[in-house]
């Protein structure tokens, strides 16, 4: 009997014989191409010395030879870190962090679902606060200039006498510049020079970024693969049926539960060209009609009170004409927001240069109108400087209220449990960016203050040469004290609450590390080092108290001022000696610590300059901070996703156009995860099947998926899963930065690999004979779990290499995506 004949194996599947990639892109405070990729030998790839893909030198023809890269990915850095803090003039960014703070809260609303009008509102009301702080800006530096030196020093024998670079101006020389209106029409110059520094600046920048037209072609794409609701499968929808959800333009960025894409995957969300170009016109010219304003008010106020040889109705026609222009600003601000859905490649040339024009000629015109002669005016007291910062105070006030309303029906009609604040997080947001608007202002115009005024104090009417600064920027600086002080209380709080949780972490944590011998003082290390990383999930609840308080005593601030029209200290006399001595102890304090607080500020940019450690600490907050384009003030500092989101998106589709059979891993570490997902999102059909992503110490939903949940909330995540081939998200709970993406869908599908175990060994051990250290947020690679994730996406993007197991056992990694 002949013997049986096996039946016939199956057969193997065919090898891939293309070149893997990986793409690494490193997270915030920035990283060499050395450290990435782990090699002095490194060679440009493409980029220029801003931004640029870098290679190891023996690596740069690794698509020619695929047989050296069997067992793991030819490794490329991504670095982008010369966008944020490539150089010393940047550090001096941190005078514009109130403009960036607003602009935040514009990408902080709340999810919208058929709410189109509401999300609009939203816009423009984050964009008239935006407004408010150029505003405020401005009418400090008029107080600065025009109030305390043209008006006030300069008016006061006294004071000009110890100042003698003002002795031109003095009324007591009798010449050309002594008159008050000439003195205010010279020293105009100061706050309109800043108006056009920041419009420079913001020119520049908008050439630099906005400017960068990112791929070609993507305009015409109706891309439905990567939808927030059901991007694949028989029950995705029609992206070209038309519905009470298809999107609509300038909805502000809306992402509709039933959109067919997500805003970060809309061909102009990176490209605000446009935008920026209209809202730096208008408050451009919002700056020069408040220096207008503030020259041709004081004369008008003058010819309207007494007989004198200007007639009265110049000065009301340019008072007319700067009202005129006031309200076209609002209007130019109010009327139009982002257009994502397409790339818009228009500009409003008119709009452009005719606004910022016609409010500098009317700036000319109010120099010269307060400029003619005026024998018989004198200066005495202050400019009626009181009122504009009043109405600035409750109209920001106002907004921010209006702003919380709308944001909280958004959350109602759409809530996500993991959103900060039930929805509120964008008006916290905008009214810390009015507090530091006015702390910054308002310690400026103090400080000066007490500069000119020698051994005097302004506004306490004993023994003071000048009046001082308007009265609300003492009672604001007199509540910081207070403020402090119930800050000191959730603070507090939270203390003991993470020595308590640090404590009930031990015995978790030698469980976790069982067998091993337990020691106390290395499981208390790694408790609390883990009770503390769990802190950043408590953040936004002092955010809120810090908010609600800085609201509600503001509001007690501009109430104090407008009652009793002095300052604390002398408002406070009869009252008593404690109350006195309380009021008194309260305004010096709030002074100084307001005056101190913009000194660090200056002192951090000086030292930045000169400094390159200090420079790179500096550029970290800005990796944060400016991620988002600016949708909201045009002086905000830059957003380097506009440029460094195109120049991944452009990589990864010309690297896979250009090896057909390869696959590619895009792996991002930190803020370079939400780079590397922004990119993946902007990628075309064709492309995203043969790419895989692998994320690490990633804060896409533990910052960014919280706090802006319109373009990181669970939707959009779940989008962006199910548009990708296949994703690893790793983890750790030592980290404070880095948490789990939570995929809200059903089976799990294993995205998140988490959490690690940290450190790799709690004690020696014969494989780890030394203490291994508590890595936190950085070092991902040293894990055997990077290694893993990164071999099982190479395998999910196709047909297994040769060894590409035995690759899981070998070094972690082929390069470091951050240092």
């Keep these: 009997m002949a013997p049986a004949t096996p039946p016939p194996s199956a057969p193997e599947p065919p090898q891939h014989t293309g070149t893997s990639l990986e793409l690494l892109v490193h997270g915030v405070g920035g990283a060499t191409p050395q450290e990435m990729l782990g090699d002095p030998r490194t060679v440009r790839v493409t980029g220029d010395e801003v931004a640029a893909v870098y290679r190891r030198t023996e690596d740069a023809d690794g698509e020619q030879r695929p047989e050296r890269y069997r067992d793991e990915p030819v490794a490329e850095a991504y670095c982008w870190s010369g966008l944020t803090s490539g150089n010393g003039s940047r550090a001096l960014w941190l005078l514009l962090l109130p403009f960036m703070v607003v602009n935040l809260a514009h990408w902080m609303r709340p999810t919208a ?31 600065v200039a025009l ?21 031109f101006l003095a009324e007591r020389q009798g010449g050309w510049w002594s008159q008050p209106g000439r003195r205010l029409a010279l020293a105009a110059v100061m706050p309109a020079a800043l108006v056009g520094l920041l419009w420079y600046l913001s020119n520049r920048t908008w050439s630099a970024y906005e400017s960068q037209r990112p791929l070609d072609g993507q305009d015409a794409e109706a891309d439905d693969a990567f939808g927030a609701a059901a991007g694949h499968g028989p029950n995705a929808p029609d992206p070209d049926a038309p519905g009470p959800n298809a ?5 502000g960025g809306a992402s509709e539960a039933g959109s067919v894409s997500p805003a970060l995957g809309r061909p102009g969300f990176w490209y605000g060209r446009r935008l920026v170009a209209r809202l730096r016109a208008a408050h451009t010219a919002a700056g020069f009609l408040t220096v207008a304003a503030a020259v041709a008010g004081a004369a008008a106020r003058y010819d309207r009170g007494a007989e004198g040889p200007v007639p009265r109705f110049i000065g009301a ?22 257009s994502e859905q397409t790339r818009d490649t228009r500009l409003d040339g008119a709009l452009i240069s005719w606004l910022p024009g016609s409010a500098l000629a009317l700036l000319a015109l109010a120099v010269l109108y307060a400029s003619w002669s005026r024998p018989d005016w004198q200066s005495s007291g202050t400019l009626p400087g009181e009122a504009t910062f009043r109405l600035l105070a409750v109209g920001q006030g106002i907004l921010v209220i209006a702003l919380a309303v709308v944001a909280r029906g958004l959350y109602r009609r759409t809530p996500e449990p993991r959103t900060v604040l039930h929805g509120l997080g964008g008006p916290v947001v905008a009214m810390l960016a009015c507090a530091l608007g006015g702390v910054m202002t308002g310690g400026v115009a ?19 040469d000048i009046a001082g600064p308007p009265v609300l920027l003492s009672w604001q600086a007199s509540v910081i004290p207070l403020l402090l002080i119930l800050l000191l209380l959730p603070v507090l709080a939270l203390v003991v609450r993470t020595a308590r949780t640090a404590r009930r972490l031990g015995p978790v944590v030698e469980a976790e590390y069982a067998p091993e011998p337990p020691e106390a003082s290395r499981t208390r290390r790694i408790a609390r080092i883990r009770a503390t990383a769990a802190l950043t999930d408590s953040a936004p ?4 108290v810090v908010s609600a308080a800085t609201l509600l005593l503001g509001a007690g601030a501009i109430a104090g001022s407008w009652y009793s029209d002095r300052v604390p ?76 989101v195109p120049d991944l998106a452009s990589r990864m589709s010309a690297w896979t156009s250009t090896t057909p059979r390869g696959r590619l891993v895009i792996s991002g570490h930190s803020q370079g995860s939400v780079l590397a997902a922004s990119a993946v999102w902007q990628l075309p059909d064709a492309t995203r099947p043969r790419v895989a992503l692998l994320t690490y110490g990633s804060p896409l939903e533990r910052l960014y998926g919280r706090w802006f949940p319109a373009y990181f909330g669970p939707g959009p995540l779940l989008g962006l899963h199910r548009s990708v081939h296949c994703w690893r998200n790793l983890w750790r709970a030592t980290d404070p930065i880095g948490g789990p993406v939570r995929i809200a869908e059903d089976p799990d599908p294993g995205v998140d690999r988490g959490p690690l175990k940290d450190p790799l060994a709690y004690g020696r051990t014969p494989r780890l004979p030394l203490p291994e250290p508590i890595l936190g947020h950085s070092d991902y690679q040293a894990d055997p779990a990077f290694a893993d994730a990164r ?15 035995e690759a899981r056992t070998q070094k972690g990694t082929s390069g470091r995506s951050s240092g």
């Design 446 to 464: 103090q400080r000066v203050a007490d500069w000119l005024d020698g051994p005097g104090t302004p506004g306490m009417g004993r023994g003071a």
């Design 247 to 251: 999107p609509r333009p300038d909805t």
């Design 317 to 338: 026609a340019v008072e007319g004409g700067i009202l005129v222009g006031a309200l076209v600003v609002v209007g130019v601000v109010c009327r139009r927001g982002r």
């Design 791 to 805: 071999a099982d996406l190479l395998e999910e993007l196709g047909p297994r290499v040769p060894r590409q197991a």
């Design 147 to 167: 109030d305390l030196l043209a008006w006030q020093c300069a008016g006061a024998d006294a004071c000009a006498e110890r100042r003698s670079w003002l002795g």
């Design 569 to 644: 200290g002398w408002a406070a006399d009869g009252s008593g000696p404690l109350l006195e001595s309380l009021a008194d102890a309260a305004q010096s304090t709030g002074s100084w610590l307001i005056g101190f607080g913009f000194i660090l500020f200056v002192a951090g940019g000086r030292r930045a300059y000169k400094d390159a450690s200090a420079r790179r600490t500096i550029g970290i907050l800005w990796d944060v901070g400016t991620f988002w384009p600016r949708a909201a003030h045009p002086f905000a500092p830059p957003c380097y996703a506009e440029r460094a």
């Design 541 to 544: 609840w002092i955010v809120g």
């Design 113 to 143: 679902t058929g709410r189109s009008r509401a999300v609009r509102l939203y816009g423009v009301l984050v964009r008239l606060v935006a407004l408010s702080l150029t505003v405020l800006l401005t009418a400090a530096a008029c107080e």
